[in-house]
């Protein structure tokens, strides 16, 4: 039986052959549904028709999580979504001499 190393150290994220934190589980579910598709097409296809677009999906479902791991790493997913919530500018819509001067604040 073979062994792979998985990353198991206090504090370190799971690192399973290069592959890091939530793209684990990205890739096991992306295999568990390409199985799942190969029964479905082995139903309705010829079982090489099956065989084939369930490792087409297999392939496309390993390239894409090692494409989104090369590219945004660990956290770097969760960090490029925050980014785009955030707004573009901040509008203000006082007058400028209402910025600057204090007659607006009363001091208690």
Same mark, same amino acid.
């Given at each position: ?8 150290? !206090?504090?370190k ?48 479902? !390993? ?6 791991n ?21 509008a ?17």
């Amino acid at each position: 039986m073979l062994r792979y190393p998985v990353n198991k150290g !206090v504090g370190k994220s799971v690192e399973f052959k290069g592959i890091r934190a939530q793209y684990v589980l990205y890739l096991a579910i992306g295999v568990l549904l390409s199985f799942l598709l190969f029964f479905v097409c082995s139903f309705i296809f010829v079982q090489w028709l099956a065989v084939l677009v369930c490792m087409v999906a297999i392939l496309l479902t !390993v390239g894409g999580v090692v494409f989104l791991n090369a590219r945004f790493g660990e956290h770097g997913m969760t960090q490029f979504h925050a980014q785009r919530v955030l707004p573009g500018r901040i509008a203000n819509n006082r007058r400028i001499h209402r910025l600057i001067s204090d007659k607006g604040h009363e001091e208690p």
